[in-house]
């Protein structure tokens, strides 16, 4: 699997993603659209997250989806 910050940038096509100081969904870089394609990814990759299950802080950065991913692999 790609790093996630080449993923989010693919997606978002937005540097500022990059930034672990902002806010992810307060800025809009990670909107509805990016949001369906980082899940799908993530599903292509053997990462089956449920978005109706996941706090919505933990999307905020990339730190956090990271966190996220690292949980789903350890399971």
């Known amino acids: 699997m790609k790093d996630l910050k080449e993923i989010?940038?693919?997606i978002c096509e937005d540097e500022r993603v990059l930034d672990s100081s902002i806010?992810?969904?307060e800025s809009?870089?990670?909107?509805s659209f990016a949001f369906i394609e980082l899940f799908s990814y993530l599903e292509d990759e053997g990462i089956e997250l449920q978005p109706t299950r996941i706090d919505r802080n933990?999307?905020?950065s990339?730190?956090?989806i990271q966190k996220l991913i690292d949980d789903y692999l350890k399971k």
């Open 8 to 10: 989010l940038m693919e």
């Open 23 to 25: 806010d992810l969904l």
């Open 28 to 31: 809009g870089i990670l909107d």
């Open 62 to 64: 990339i730190d956090g």
């Open 58 to 60: 933990s999307l905020r």
